[in-house]
C-alpha cells in the first residue's frame, strides 16, 4: 500500500470551482466576487515571509548536508549585514559551483595527464592526434603520411620508450 500526501484523505479544494478561468466567464456572483477578492489577497506573502526558522531546518536538514554546507553558510552569515543575505546568499552559491567546477577541472586534467592510453598498459584515454592538413600551394603538398613503415602504425610510444 503506497502512502499518500493526505493519509488517504481527499484533500480539500479550497479555490472552489473558481479557481478555472473558464468557470470565472461562465458568471461570477458578488458573493463569489467577494470571496474569490479575498481568496487573491490571501495568497500574497506578508513583507516578513518567508521565515527563517534555524530549529525547523536543522530538523528537516540531513547532518551529511548540514556539515558540507557548513564552511559557505558560515561565509553567507559573515557576508550578510555588509552585503544583504540576497547578495551574500549569491556569492554564497556561486562560490559552492566554482569550487566544484574547479575541482572538476583539476580532477580532469590530472587523469588524462597521468594515466594516458600507452604501450606500458591497457586502460586509461587513448588521445590520438591528427596529422597537420596540407593544401595546394604549400611547399609539401602532396605529403601523404609521417608513417613510412607498418611498424610506425599503432605505436602507443614504444618506439620512444627509453627501455
Known amino acids: 500500500m503506497a502512502s499518500s500526501d493526505t493519509g488517504?484523505?481527499?484533500?480539500?479544494?479550497i479555490a472552489g470551482r473558481i479557481v478555472r478561468e473558464r468557470e470565472r466567464l461562465?458568471?461570477?456572483?458578488?458573493?463569489?466576487?467577494?470571496?474569490?477578492?479575498?481568496w487573491l489577497n490571501d495568497q500574497k506573502l506578508s513583507h516578513n515571509e518567508p521565515r527563517h526558522v534555524p530549529e525547523l531546518e536543522k530538523q528537516l536538514t540531513n547532518p551529511i548536508r548540514r556539515f558540507y554546507r557548513a564552511p559557505l553558510?558560515?561565509?553567507c552569515d559573515i557576508?550578510?549585514?555588509?552585503?544583504?543575505f540576497r547578495r551574500a546568499y549569491a556569492i554564497r552559491f556561486w562560490t559552492g559551483k566554482a569550487a566544484l567546477a574547479l575541482g572538476f577541472l583539476y580532477a580532469t586534467t590530472y587523469y588524462?595527464?597521468?594515466?594516458?592510453?600507452?604501450?606500458?598498459?591497457?586502460?586509461?584515454?587513448r588521445v590520438i592526434s591528427s596529422r597537420t592538413a596540407t593544401r595546394p600551394g604549400?611547399?609539401?603538398?602532396?605529403?601523404?603520411?609521417?608513417?613510412?613503415?607498418?611498424?610506425?602504425?599503432?605505436?602507443?610510444?614504444?618506439?620512444?620508450a627509453t627501455i
Open 8 to 13: 488517504g484523505v481527499q484533500p480539500m479544494q
Open 26 to 38: 461562465i458568471g461570477m456572483t458578488d458573493e463569489e466576487r467577494a470571496w474569490r477578492k479575498q
Open 73 to 75: 553558510d558560515k561565509l
Open 79 to 84: 557576508l550578510s549585514p555588509a552585503l544583504g
Open 112 to 125: 588524462f595527464k597521468y594515466n594516458r592510453n600507452d604501450w606500458t598498459r591497457k586502460g586509461g584515454w
Open 138 to 160: 604549400d611547399p609539401d603538398f602532396p605529403r601523404l603520411s609521417d608513417r613510412t613503415k607498418p611498424s610506425d602504425y599503432a605505436d602507443r610510444g614504444f618506439k620512444k
